[in-house]
C-alpha cells in the first residue's frame, strides 16, 4: 500500500487548483527515422470544475494527448501537472483514482464474460476501497441504471446502457478529472442525447473537470466551456464556446471544420484546403 | 420513369421467439436521383439496401410483391442473372474501406478485376481504364496508386479506391451504404462531391443509407425516414427540417447545435404506435 499522502487534496481547497496543466508536451512513436511526432509541443489549462474540449480530425493528436493525461501513453515528453501534482511517466495506483477515462467503443471497451457488478468491482479492488456494495448501488442509480443491471453481461445491454455502465466504471472511484474519448461517437443521435445529458448533469453534481475529445463540434459545444483545435499535432487554435457559436473562429482551418460541419455543400467541398 | 420500383419488401431472420422482422413493408422508387435512407441501428435501411442485390445472408427470408430494375424482374431472377446485374449495373459501396479491399492485391488489380469481370476487354485496356478512373475520384498520382496495396492508403483514399472499383463498370444504380462515416468531415466532403459529380454527369441513380439526418439532407434530393423496419415518411430533403413524423421530430431536436445552446437535449420518446403496420 502507498503509505504517502493520498493524492486527493486536502479539505482545504486551492480556489487557484487547475485541473490539468501541460507545457510543451510532446508524443513520439517510433524511433529513428521512422519516428512519428503525433504531437508537437502542446501547451494549454484546465481549470478546476471545467469542460474543455480538444477538436479534431484523425491525426490531429487529440487522442494522444488525452491518453497522456490518462497515464495511459509512456512516450511523452514535456511537463504535466494534474491537480498541482507532477505527473510521471510510470504513475502511482492511487492516482488512477483522480483521472478516470470513458472511451469511444462501449462494445469494446467493457469485457464481455464479466457482469456489469464485477466490472464496477475491479476498480475498486485495485483501490482497496470499502463499502463496495453501498457505491455501486449508488453509481448505478446515478448513471440511471437500476439494480436490476448488477448481474448482466455486457451483450445484454444496449448500447447506451454499456456507455452508461463505462461511465459508471469511471465514476465508482469518485475522481476529479473525467477524460472523454468520443463518448458518442458509436451511438445513436438518440442515444447520444441521453448519454449527453447524463454527463452534463452528472459534471454538475460531482463538480468534475471533464476533457473532451471529438471531431463533432456540435457535441463539444454542448457540452465545454473552451475548446483547442488540433491540427497536425499542434494547436492552431483556442476558443471560448462563445467565439465557436458566434462563427468567431479566427483559424482558417477551424473556419473550414466548422463549414464542413454544417452538412453538405458543393462550393465548401470545392474550397477545401489541406492546412499544415 | 422509376429506374427501381420495390413494393412491399419483407425480410425476415429466424430468431429464438420466431422471426425477427428488420424489413416490414417497404415501397421504394428510385429514379436517376439521390435518394436518402435514414434511420437508427436497426431501423432496417441497411437490409433495404442488401436485399437489394441479395446480398443478404442465406437464413434471411426476403419477400416481395413486386420489384423491378430497368425492366428486370429482381424477385425472380435467377442467381446467374443476379450476378450479370451486380457489380455492372448496380454497385455497391460498403462503409469501410479497410474491411471490403483486398489487403494482398494491389489497389489497381483490384479496380481492374472488376472491369474485367464484367467488361470483354483484355488486360491493357482494363489498365488504361483504372487509371482514368483513379483520375475521376481524384487521386492525384493514379500511376502510383495503382500499384499501392490498401494498408498503404488513408481512410480517404481507400473509400476513393471503392468508388473507383464501383463505378468502372459504369452501374445506373449505386448503393452506398454509410460510405463516409468512418472518414473526417472535410474528406467526407470531398468524398461526396465526387459521388456527386458521378451521378450528375452520368446520370445515375443513388441510394444514399445513412444514420446522420444533417448530411442527407444536404446531400440528396429525397429523403425516406425508416423505424422498426417501416418507412415512416418519405419528403423532399430539402423539407427534412419541417419534417412531420414525431420520430423524425425528435432525433432532430435530439442533435446538439452549434449556434443554439441548449441545457438539455430533448431525449427521444418512442411511440409504440410508430411500430404498428401503416
Known amino acids: 500500500m502507498n503509505r504517502r499522502t493520498p493524492p486527493n487534496e486536502p479539505s482545504t481547497e486551492n480556489l487557484s487548483l487547475r485541473a490539468v496543466e501541460a507545457a510543451d508536451l510532446s508524443v513520439v512513436y517510433g524511433q529513428g527515422d521512422k519516428a512519428v511526432h503525433a504531437v508537437k509541443g502542446v501547451t494549454f489549462t484546465v481549470s478546476d470544475g471545467e469542460a474543455f474540449g480538444i477538436v479534431g480530425e484523425s491525426g490531429s493528436g487529440k487522442s494522444s494527448v488525452l491518453r497522456v493525461v490518462a497515464g495511459l501513453n509512456h512516450a511523452w515528453s514535456g511537463r504535466?501537472?494534474?491537480?498541482?501534482?507532477?505527473?510521471?511517466?510510470?504513475?502511482?495506483?492511487?492516482?488512477?483514482?483522480?483521472?478516470q477515462m470513458v472511451f469511444q467503443d462501449p462494445y469494446g471497451s467493457l469485457h464481455p464474460r464479466q457482469t456489469v457488478e464485477r466490472i464496477l468491482m475491479e476498480g475498486m479492488a485495485i483501490q482497496d476501497m470499502d463499502d463496495r456494495h453501498r457505491r455501486i448501488q449508488r453509481v448505478l442509480y446515478d448513471v440511471?441504471?437500476?439494480?436490476?443491471?448488477?448481474?448482466?453481461?455486457?451483450?445484454?445491454l444496449s448500447g447506451g446502457q454499456r456507455q452508461r455502465v463505462a461511465i459508471a466504471r469511471a465514476l465508482i472511484l469518485e475522481p476529479r478529472l473525467l477524460l472523454l474519448d468520443e463518448p458518442t461517437s458509436a451511438l445513436d443521435v438518440s442515444v447520444q442525447a441521453e448519454i449527453l445529458n447524463l454527463l452534463r448533469d452528472l459534471r454538475a453534481r460531482r463538480r468534475l473537470s471533464l476533457i473532451l475529445v471529438s471531431h463533432n463540434l456540435a457535441v463539444v459545444a454542448h457540452l465545454c466551456d473552451r475548446l483547442i483545435v488540433m491540427n497536425e499535432g499542434r494547436i492552431v487554435e483556442e476558443l471560448e464556446i462563445g467565439e465557436l457559436r458566434r462563427g468567431a473562429a479566427r483559424h482558417p482551418y477551424t473556419q473550414q471544420l466548422l463549414r464542413a460541419s454544417v452538412g453538405y455543400d458543393r462550393a465548401t467541398a470545392a474550397s477545401l484546403v489541406t492546412y499544415d | 420513369m422509376a429506374l427501381l420500383e420495390i413494393e412491399d419488401l419483407w425480410v425476415r431472420f429466424p430468431g429464438v421467439r420466431g422471426p425477427v422482422e428488420a424489413v416490414r413493408g417497404v415501397d421504394l422508387s428510385v429514379g436517376r436521383e439521390k435518394l436518402g435512407i435514414v434511420g437508427e441501428s436497426g431501423s432496417g435501411k441497411s437490409c433495404t439496401g442488401r436485399s437489394i442485390l441479395r446480398l443478404l445472408p442465406r437464413y434471411a427470408t426476403v419477400t416481395t410483391r413486386r420489384a423491378v430494375f430497368d425492366g428486370i424482374d429482381l424477385a425472380h431472377a435467377s442467381e446467374r442473372d443476379m450476378r450479370r446485374i451486380r457489380g455492372s449495373r448496380i454497385s455497391m459501396i460498403m462503409q469501410d474501406p479497410k474491411f471490403s479491399l483486398n489487403p494482398v492485391m494491389t489497389v489497381g488489380r483490384q479496380i481492374a478485376e472488376a472491369y474485367l469481370v464484367?467488361?470483354?476487354?483484355?488486360?491493357?485496356?482494363?489498365?488504361?481504364?483504372?487509371?482514368?478512373?483513379?483520375?475521376?475520384?481524384?487521386?492525384?498520382?493514379?500511376?502510383?496508386?495503382?500499384?499501392?496495396?490498401?494498408?498503404?492508403?488513408?481512410?480517404?483514399?481507400?473509400q476513393r479506391v471503392m468508388i473507383a472499383m464501383m463505378l468502372i463498370t459504369d452501374p445506373d444504380l449505386l448503393i452506398a451504404d454509410e460510405p463516409c462515416s468512418a472518414l473526417d468531415v472535410t474528406v467526407q466532403m470531398q468524398v461526396l462531391a465526387i459521388i456527386d459529380d458521378l451521378v450528375q454527369r452520368r446520370g445515375m441513380g443513388l441510394i444514399f443509407i445513412s444514420h446522420d439526418l444533417n448530411l442527407v439532407a444536404s446531400f440528396c434530393d429525397r429523403v425516406v425516414v425508416m423505424y422498426g423496419g417501416q418507412i415512416v415518411e418519405t419528403c423532399a430533403a430539402s423539407e427534412l427540417h419541417e419534417a412531420r413524423h414525431p420520430y423524425t421530430r425528435g432525433l432532430l431536436a435530439a442533435m446538439p447545435r452549434i449556434d443554439t445552446p441548449v441545457d438539455e437535449l430533448p431525449v427521444l420518446e418512442r411511440d409504440p404506435a410508430w411500430l404498428e403496420p401503416l
Open chain 1, 80 to 99: 504535466l501537472l494534474i491537480r498541482g501534482r507532477e505527473a510521471e511517466k510510470r504513475r502511482p495506483r492511487r492516482s488512477y483514482r483522480i483521472v
Open chain 1, 144 to 156: 440511471g441504471l437500476g439494480g436490476e443491471f448488477l448481474y448482466r453481461y455486457p451483450h445484454q
Open chain 2, 118 to 158: 464484367h467488361a470483354e476487354e483484355e488486360s491493357g485496356a482494363a489498365r488504361r481504364r483504372t487509371l482514368e478512373m483513379l483520375a475521376a475520384v481524384r487521386i492525384r498520382d493514379p500511376e502510383r496508386i495503382y500499384g499501392a496495396y490498401p494498408h498503404e492508403l488513408s481512410g480517404g483514399m481507400g
